[in-house]
């Protein structure tokens, strides 16, 4: 059973710049958390994916967007970068068998994302 | 609006000594607190969890206690080893099959462990 893997590890973009962030979740799981962390802080929910739909967003401007495939792995796109978006990109999996659920979300290494 | 408040930002004990971090909740919805362990260049990891229907649950040196009336709740890490050194998590969610699901991240408490 692999974990959950997440491309690219580092990123460097530019202010104004598009960047597409990739993850795949645990074998078996159908539900797909992506999470914001600024250097210091707690993770911040951005959305949630179930079943290839939007299941919920933070407080994150529509410029955060996202799919997930039918083999459950997922995107997070982020268009027009600011500086405040550098930060750790954290995608979660977590098994969902009745319904969505937050019971142990399993999360992955993070991608490093610098807006310059 | 910050939700889950937790304290210490940072620890310090030495090998073999309990190491506490708190946590205090705002939602009374919340039904769902897990901690989470994070080492450098990682993602979070769950170390442990706990529903409100119960005050304390242990695994292995690690306890949770959880005092409702409060909004509180705590992990303890008995018999701390330098290997513990990481950066903790507390968190919370409503866990109510569909109509919410975020967690909800404190700021983290380093914890260095002193061989």
């Known amino acids: 059973e692999t974990g959950v893997t997440q491309s690219p590890t580092h990123l460097i973009k530019t202010r104004g710049q598009q960047v597409t962030l990739r993850c795949s979740s645990q074998s078996g799981h159908n539900t797909v958390s992506w999470y914001q962390q600024a250097l210091g802080q707690g993770p911040q929910f951005i959305f949630q994916?179930?079943?290839?739909?939007?299941?919920g967003r933070g407080n994150f401007p529509p410029r955060f967007s996202g799919l997930q495939f039918p083999n459950y792995s997922s995107e997070l796109n982020v268009n027009a970068l600011e500086l405040d978006d550098s930060a750790l990109y954290l995608c979660a999996s977590s098994p969902q068998i009745a319904g969505p659920s937050t019971d142990t979300q399993y999360f992955g290494p993070g991608t490093r994302l610098t807006v310059l | 609006q910050q939700q889950v408040k937790q304290s210490p930002q940072s620890l310090i004990v030495q090998k073999g000594g309990i190491s506490i971090i708190n946590c205090a909740y705002e939602n009374t919805a919340f039904d769902y607190f897990p901690w989470y362990q994070q080492f450098p260049g990682k993602g979070p990891a769950l170390l442990i969890a706990i529903r409100p229907d119960v005050s304390e649950k242990k695994e292995g040196r690690f306890t949770i206690s959880f005092n409702k009336s409060a909004k509180q709740f705590s992990l303890h890490i008995m018999d701390s080893q330098p290997g513990d050194s990481a950066t903790y998590f507390c968190?919370?969610?409503?866990?109510?099959?569909?109509?919410?699901?975020?967690?909800?991240f404190g700021k983290g408490t380093l914890l260095t462990v002193n061989p």
């Open positions: 968190a919370a969610s409503i866990d109510s099959g569909g109509s919410n699901y975020k967690l909800t």
């Open positions: 994916y179930y079943r290839e739909e939007e299941n």
